[in-house]
């Protein structure tokens, strides 16, 4: 396995499409996470927020008709989310461009397609940027969801421009993936399958690393049943893969478990996820306000919901997640899972809803239908 390292570096800003951060002097006044405040802590110990579609804007405009389907919510960009609103988990949902050649991001191509950062890599960037600001925070779980062109229940006309994921997509994905913040920050299976044994068996046998050593790093976790499936050669092996998979807790990849999945007899959903989360394996799991308290309760390690403004986990105003109330040891206390006080950073304001667009030279989906626009689109693009 991978050893690991704490990381305090010196961070170098990529200014375009992303955070323009300005580093505020060290504080004084509380815990530092590069002192080695987690101690034995894992990754597993900690429970954090997360934001669905966190890169959703509010798809309504004057003169622009679509449909809703309760859309009309708009999440700040990822920058702010993290630093002002203490999320630690975000959600990008890609689509595969061919004509660009680049995964972009949005929610769906028929009136939802406004986004605070249009490409994978700029929504990428933002994030290390942001981690290269906050070195000392506990690993970013970042939930991807790949989409195909046209769910079939949805309108006949389909994206033009965006083609169905398969093998070569995916692994364009893992590329995609570890490239702005290279190898050594982005958490992989491999960095946690001990030699012989399976992903499963390593995480029962072998656990989670101590959260001290991923300080500054993300993971990744792929959404859906039929890409986690091909992405781990149907449940058997993530080897080489940066990305995690959300399986069945019998199967070999499993490490991340899903959220409602097989049950005991008689088990309850809540139930289930804390027989899986004392057992070792972690989970993410999207809710209600309704359901906040019982998933916290059972121990989601990452609790996603479009209220998260809403929905307190610390009582700490300074740390952004919490113990695990399932599996964290005695010794944990919220400020050592994380410490994090807000201020510093210059964030640029988020996109203005009113506005006849929210990213620069975005397509507007619905009004580009046919072959012949999507061939014209292609020519016009620079590699």
């Known amino acids: 396995m991978k050893r690991f390292l704490c990381l305090a570096l010196v961070p170098l800003f990529a200014l375009a499409l992303g955070v323009t951060p300005v580093l505020a002097a060290p504080s004084t006044d509380g815990p530092r996470a590069t002192d080695g405040v987690g101690g034995g802590i894992r990754l597993n110990h900690l429970q954090a927020r997360g934001s669905h579609n966190s890169y959703h804007r509010d798809p309504k405009w004057p003169g622009r008709e679509h449909p809703t389907f309760g859309w009309d919510y708009s999440h700040s960009r990822l920058a702010r989310q993290f630093e002002e609103q203490g999320i630690r988990q975000i959600e990008l949902d890609v689509h595969w461009n061919w004509a660009r050649g680049?995964?972009?991001?949005?929610?769906?191509?028929?009136?939802?397609?406004?986004?605070?950062?249009?490409?994978?890599?700029?929504?990428?960037?933002?994030?290390?940027?942001?981690?290269?600001?906050?070195?000392?925070?506990?690993?970013?779980?970042?939930?991807?969801?790949?989409?195909?062109?046209?769910?079939?229940?949805?309108?006949?006309?389909?994206?033009?421009?965006?083609?169905?994921?398969?093998?070569?997509?995916?692994?364009?994905?893992?590329?995609?993936?570890?490239?702005?913040?290279?190898?050594?920050?982005?958490?992989?299976?491999?960095?946690?399958?001990?030699?012989g044994l399976t992903l499963r068996e390593s995480i029962l046998s072998e656990g989670w690393?101590?959260?001290?050593?991923?300080?500054?790093?993300?993971?990744?976790?792929?959404?859906?049943?039929?890409?986690?499936?091909?992405?781990?050669?149907?449940?058997?092996?993530?080897?080489?893969?940066?990305?995690?998979?959300?399986?069945?807790?019998?199967?070999?990849?499993?490490?991340?478990?899903?959220?409602?999945?097989?049950?005991?007899?008689?088990?309850?959903?809540?139930?289930?996820?804390?027989?899986?989360?004392?057992?070792?394996?972690?989970?993410?799991?999207?809710?209600?306000?309704?359901?906040?308290?019982?998933?916290?309760?059972?121990?989601?390690?990452?609790?996603?919901?479009?209220?998260?403004?809403?929905?307190?986990?610390?009582?700490?105003?300074?740390?952004?997640?919490?113990?695990?109330?399932?599996?964290?040891?005695?010794a944990c206390t919220d400020a050592r899972i994380e410490w994090h006080r807000a201020g510093g950073l210059t964030i640029p304001a988020d996109p203005d809803d009113e506005a006849a667009t929210v990213v620069a030279e975005k397509v507007d989906r619905l009004a580009v239908h046919s072959a012949e626009s999507a061939a014209a689109y292609a020519s016009r693009q620079t590699p």
């Open 102 to 195: 680049e995964f972009e991001v949005y929610h769906a191509w028929f009136g939802d397609d406004r986004t605070t950062c249009e490409l994978l890599r700029e929504c990428l960037q933002e994030v290390r940027d942001w981690s290269d600001a906050r070195p000392g925070h506990h690993p970013i779980m970042i939930l991807v969801e790949p989409k195909d062109a046209m769910p079939p229940e949805l309108p006949e006309n389909g994206d033009p421009f965006t083609s169905a994921i398969g093998p070569a997509e995916l692994a364009e994905l893992d590329r995609a993936l570890v490239a702005p913040f290279g190898a050594d920050r982005v958490l992989t299976p491999d960095d946690v399958t001990a030699s």
């Open 209 to 330: 690393p101590r959260i001290d050593a991923l300080r500054g790093q993300v993971l990744y976790v792929i959404d859906g049943d039929a890409d986690g499936a091909e992405y781990s050669a149907n449940w058997m092996s993530l080897a080489g893969r940066s990305a995690f998979v959300q399986a069945e807790a019998d199967q070999p990849v499993a490490a991340f478990v899903s959220r409602d999945g097989a049950r005991l007899p008689g088990e309850g959903k809540y139930d289930r996820m804390r027989r899986l989360v004392a057992q070792g394996f972690m989970v993410r799991d999207y809710v209600s306000p309704s359901e906040f308290e019982q998933s916290k309760a059972a121990g989601a390690h990452f609790l996603s919901t479009d209220d998260h403004d809403q929905l307190v986990l610390s009582e700490d105003p300074d740390a952004p997640s919490r113990c695990n109330p399932v599996t964290a040891e005695d």
